[in-house]
């Protein structure tokens, strides 16, 4: 038997899930910060809610969907994203009646496409990501902007672009799309099967296409900020204007489209400029999808939101050689020689724990010395010893594996002196 796991995921192991932990944590902490609050929603749903708001003709739903029948013979999608989702609650839940508006979500959780594995690129991956909705201010959109950087700022990257466009309106959009289709028209057999199609069903997607990246035509099409209306340029403006009053430095590229169908107005990404990245530089997309919840069934109500995955933070956090806290220090390990002792090992031991102190001890009948060389393979700030003697006297020797020093501390004030001489050693080190 042969058994791995499936190409394009990844277990994620024990000397691993503390980076997560810490990522994920600051997250949620952000999120608190700027009253995003968690949604969880299924991890799979109607395939139809995916190619109603994602769009037929993008990449993700022509060729990513891990979509089957289950058996009630119902077409089921497992989900590729999330805004489809948090949108669908949004409607479900009736969230625009909520009194306090807009709706301010996030979720995190893992997604699924099919596609080519590479670094950075997985067929099961995290994505974190927010969704504002119910407001059409520019300044929600510098929040939302603001947000995804200042996750990236909290895992310590620097190397970081920020790339806006406008994608305009609805009329704008009719405007430009005419433009693109006579543009592209003439030449478009040289073009890709998929650009091909999608010449008269969405042309801006042709923009986006990784095959037909470098055709001439690409360079020379027509831009979008060329055919915003007037009221989408203002939008526009006001919205760099808040960027800037947030000292966020960002860059315009008229030729930013975004993958998924249901953009509109304010599109951005964030790159990671850091040397050794590897070849995909994007950390998070997002942007303004002001159709999506009268697409799914609700109140035109408009919003905006980006995703990021977790596994690309991590790869640019190790391009910038970051170090991460360690969150899986320990601070004492117990040690009890003897029947008598090893009774008196384990109730400490628990007791430690319940007191927020980390606390492991040995369960295989080892030797003390076997089980000193454990608790410095662990990272143990201190080693508690019992013997016979120190029983006998109602202590435990305490061992500060920093400075080697050792006391004899009695069993009713141990918790205490634990604590204290933790903290000892943190703020001597911190020096
Ligand atoms: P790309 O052009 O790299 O395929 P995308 O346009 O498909 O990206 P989105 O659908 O906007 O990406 O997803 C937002 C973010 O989710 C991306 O910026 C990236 O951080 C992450 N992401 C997307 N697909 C994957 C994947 N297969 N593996 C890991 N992370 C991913
Ligand atoms: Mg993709």
Redesign the pocket.
Known sequence: MDIKVPRGTQDILPSETGKWQVVEELIRETCRMYQYKEIRTPIFEHTELFTRSVGDTTD?VQKEMYTFQDRGDRSLTLRP?GTASAVRAFVEHKMFGYPDQPVKLYYMGPMF?Y?RQQA???RQ?V?FGIEAIGSADPAIDAEVISLAMSVYQKAGLKKLKLVINSLGDTESRVAHKEALVNHFEPHIAEFCSDCQNRLQKNPLRILDCKVDRNHPLMATAPSLTDYLNEESAAYFEKVKEYLSLLNIPYEVDPNLV???DYYNHTAFEIMSTAEGFGA?T????GGRYNGLVEELGGPASPGIGF???I??LLLAVEAENNKWADLSTLDVYVIGMGEAAKKKAVELTYELRNNEITAEMDYLDRKIKTQMKSADRLKAKLVLVIGDDELEKQSAMLKDLATGEQQLVPFSTLIEQVKISITTQVEAKEQ
Do not use: D, K, V
């Not at 994007?282 to 997309?285: D, M, Q, V």
């Open positions: 993700i994203e496409r596609e950075g690129r997985y991956f994505q975004r993958g998924l995909i994007t950390l998070a997309g995703a990021m995955s596994e690309r």
